[in-house]
């Protein structure tokens, strides 16, 4: 069984920065690319950006690339997300994902509970 678990969320200014983890359970980590979502107030959750087993290859979305940076440390199977930059637009509650099959798109097999950003104008 694979558990997901997000820490780091929080209030921040914008233009700040914050750094969410992902702490995963399960010896089978290193089989899984990993990922992050985010669902906004009154929207559909979004993929955010996603990393592969080995960590090589990542994949943003548009919103994000430039901003945003995914990694992942295999020893410690935990994934971070590295945010920069931020923008009110960014405040959501964000999700952490893992996929058996897809860098991307990712259909994620497992989810995290998720974590609040919020980011004041």
């Known amino acids: 069984q694979v558990q997901l678990v997000e820490s780091g969320g929080g209030l921040v200014q914008a233009g700040g920065s914050l750094r969410l983890t992902c702490a995963v359970s399960?010896?089978?980590?290193?089989?899984?690319?990993m990922g992050w979502f985010r669902q906004a107030p009154g929207k559909d959750r979004e993929f955010v950006a996603s990393?592969?087993?080995?960590?090589?290859?990542?994949h943003y979305a548009s919103s994000v690339k430039g901003r945003f940076t995914i990694s992942r440390d295999n020893a410690k199977n935990t994934v971070d997300l590295q945010m920069s930059s931020l923008k009110p637009d960014d405040t959501a509650v964000y999700y952490c994902?893992?996929?058996?099959?897809?860098?991307?798109?990712?259909?994620?097999?497992?989810w995290g509970q998720g974590t609040q950003v919020t980011v004041s104008s």
């Open positions: 399960g010896r089978t980590f290193t089989t899984y690319a």
């Open positions: 990393v592969s087993w080995s960590g090589s290859m990542t």
């Open positions: 994902a893992a996929d058996r099959a897809s860098l991307f798109p990712m259909v994620p097999d497992h």
